[in-house]
């Protein structure tokens, strides 16, 4: 009996032990993704997968975590969405199918080379935002014509597809996208960006990959916390730093989800 209560006490603690990590770690890597705009699954999806959830589990766990990334990125930084109301739905009016489209081919692409075309992307977006030291640190309105639109609504639309088959960096290519169409300074940027790809592509995303398998809610909820309040602490961060913590934090994290999943890539062609 004594066996019994001391293996129940180890047990306990062992579990409660690994629930406060994954917390810990959902925290840290979304306070980092509040801060650059996209990134949280360079940390949180990795780590899930160790912690033995097969990886549809645990990307799809990863997507309803995001969702809370985004609420939490937003409630901070609800006033500068709401000037700019026509951006915010065009994302997701154009990306929104785009998020649809790749939930559904995912299974008929060649995961890898995603991987290996993403992969690039984001290097090469971390070099330029490092080649370029004023890029995203004021904010300009910039004239909106049809050129402009188009060269805004096609990526969207594609960098949608890419954020319904592939688990990281799209979050941070829409807001590259959003500094260089139009002007926006990173604050302005990452905010649109957690409200759109956060709350509503990532929503989409995790509605379809959870049909594909159960989801552990112990560990859901947990998640949902830690991304909540890294979302949040995050973007309050950015709100008392400013632009040059978020640009900075934004090339960093680029540069390493780049290096991420250009390994992954490398790993799946051997």
């Not at 995603?114 to 490092?130: D, E, K, P, T």
């Amino acid at each position: 009996m004594l066996i019994t209560f001391l293996y129940l006490t180890i047990d306990s603690d062992f579990y409660f032990y690994n629930k406060a990590l994954i917390f810990l770690i959902s925290f840290l890597s979304n306070t980092f993704s509040a801060i650059s705009g996209g990134g949280a699954g360079l940390i949180q999806l990795p780590a899930l997968i160790l912690f033995g959830l097969p990886y549809y589990q645990a990307l799809a766990s990863h997507k309803v975590a995001t969702v809370a990334l985004g609420l939490g990125g937003s409630i901070r930084n609800f006033k500068y969405i709401r000037n700019d109301i026509f951006v915010l739905w065009q994302i997701l009016f154009f990306g929104t199918p785009g998020v649809i489209l790749g939930s559904n081919i995912v299974k008929f692409l060649s995961e890898q080379y995603l991987f290996l075309i993403l992969g690039f992307i984001s290097i090469v977006l971390a070099i330029y935002s490092f080649c370029k030291p004023s890029l995203g640190l004021n904010s300009t309105d910039n004239i909106i014509n049809s050129q402009l639109e188009l060269k805004f609504i096609i990526p969207i639309f594609f960098i949608g597809i890419l954020n319904g088959s592939v688990s990281s960096g799209t979050g941070l290519l829409v807001t590259f996208l959003l500094i260089k169409i139009f002007k926006m300074d990173f604050l302005r940027a990452v905010s649109l960006t957690f409200f759109t790809v956060g709350i509503f592509w990532n929503a989409i995303g995790a509605y379809f990959l959870s049909k594909i398998g159960y989801i552990p809610t112990d560990i859901l909820v947990i998640l949902i916390l830690g991304s909540f309040a890294g979302g949040y602490f995050g973007a309050h961060m950015s709100n008392l730093k400013g632009n040059k913590l978020i640009k900075n934090t934004f090339t960093v994290v680029c540069l390493l989800v780049g290096v991420s999943l250009l390994v992954k890539s490398i790993r799946s062609l051997i």
